[in-house]
């Protein structure tokens, strides 16, 4: 029903649009009785072989809504109830910006993908805290930027403001330096400059009655050389994890019309690159740290391949609104299968 007739419909609109309009759909009709029952009795698939159990968090099942789509935490709730086993709002920045101008959000119809120069556009972490107060048992990633207008000599001073405002009110954090569409932010992605700035969240996160895991997000778009700092680096810091990967901005192999357009690439055209990083930084640190998969999931086949590359668990961003909520109950239902035969 969503591939043939509620997608056709929406993707005759403005996609950023659409995007607030089926925010508010999905609120609306789950404000009606019963209907958020039925949505999670439809979707939601309980099963002790799904259960992931990584840095300290049990999982109820590893796949995951990524960072972006519900921004500014306003929808994670609802958003449970189609059976993702945890949600990751953000990016979160410690002031609101309005992000890059429209037209800033393009589907790319033709190769199943979308380029988004968003730009960290948000209300500010304290308006998010406020709402993640009426969390209702949702495993929720609080994924952390800086501010456009900070530069990078003082981008450290963001990442914490915003680390101690969600840590109350999130199980885990992601680290995100690899956005394309905040000027010289991945320039933080640089040994020095990363090092420093994990360190500075670890030694917040020690002062804590409690820690939290840290995790990074990494850009697909880094060199084998790079990756290999990158697992120096989780080394070094004793971060949590790493997530692999954010969007990136080659346009390789693209059939589009609207594919030069500037900002981070996302769905299937990632999906290749993205194991690849996946399985470089298993392969490589020994399997040394966990790993969250995602880029260009759009089938429980693209999801298992992420699996058997390295990664723990995986997040849908793309593939979730190209192939629908019915994407997170194919995926879950094939790794129970491998499970069953494995055993």
Request: proline share 5%; aromatic share 8%; with cysteine.
């Amino acid at each position: 029903m969503y591939k043939l007739i509620i997608r056709p419909i929406l993707f005759w609109f403005d996609p950023e649009k659409v995007h607030y309009f089926t925010f508010s759909i999905i609120r609306f009709i789950n404000k009606i009785p019963l209907v958020s029952s039925i949505i999670n009795s439809i979707y939601r698939i309980e099963d002790p072989k799904l259960e992931r159990e990584l840095f300290g968090l049990k999982f109820k099942n590893p796949v995951g809504l990524a960072a972006g789509f519900d921004k500014d935490a306003k929808l994670f709730n609802e958003l449970s109830n189609f059976g993702f086993g945890f949600i990751e709002i953000g990016t979160l920045t410690p002031k609101a910006q309005p992000g890059n101008p429209k037209k800033r959000l393009f589907r790319l119809k033709l190769d199943s993908a979308i380029i988004n120069r968003m730009g960290f556009n948000n209300g500010g972490v304290i308006e998010a805290v406020e709402r993640l107060k009426k969390n209702q048992n949702v495993l929720i990633g609080g994924n952390i930027g800086k501010n456009k207008v900070t530069p990078n000599e003082n981008a450290v001073d963001d990442y914490k403001i915003c680390f101690n405002a969600l840590f109350d009110f999130v199980d885990y954090f992601v680290v995100n330096v690899s956005s394309p569409n905040t000027p010289n932010l991945r320039a933080l992605q640089d040994k020095e400059p990363l090092t420093k700035l994990l360190k500075v969240l670890k030694t917040e996160n020690s002062n804590k009655e409690t820690q939290k895991p840290i995790l990074l997000k990494i850009a697909p778009d880094l060199t084998d050389d790079q990756l290999l700092d990158i697992i120096d680096i989780v080394s070094d810091t004793k971060i949590d994890g790493v997530i692999a990967t954010n969007t990136t901005i080659s346009r390789k192999g693209l059939s589009s019309d609207n594919k030069k357009e500037t900002g981070g690439l996302s769905g299937k055209p990632l999906a290749n690159r993205s194991t690849e990083v996946i399985r470089f930084l298993a392969q490589k640190s020994n399997k040394a740290f966990p790993i969250i998969g995602v880029g260009g999931i759009h089938t429980a086949k693209d999801a298992l391949e992420k699996i058997e590359a390295g990664a723990d668990l995986v997040q849908l961003y793309t593939g979730f609104i190209y192939e629908g909520p019915k994407l997170i109950k194919e995926i879950n239902k094939a790794l129970i299968i491998q499970s069953s035969n494995t055993l």
